[in-house]
């Protein structure tokens, strides 16, 4: 069982690897941030919100969340 499952982690790696270098390095930081949020939503989190890395916005999510520049999920 140990062997399989590595050899599966080392496919899931490649196929990680290969798409990386396809992406554009925003994209790809945009989905790691919603692979960070889902895994936290499955292991118990209320919400989880995707927030623009901009100066301000993090406040601006937080007290406002009506201009829908960032995302709650």
Do not use: D, M, Y
């Amino acid at each position: 069982a140990g062997l399989n499952h590595r050899r599966r982690e080392t496919r899931r790696f490649a196929a990680f690897e290969s798409a990386r270098r396809k992406l554009e390095p925003r994209a790809l930081e945009l989905l790691l941030r919603l692979g960070w949020a889902s895994l936290a939503l499955q292991e118990g989190v209320a919400r989880a919100h995707i927030v623009n890395p901009t100066e301000g916005a993090l406040l601006e999510e937080l007290f406002t969340s009506k201009n829908e520049a960032n995302t709650c999920l």
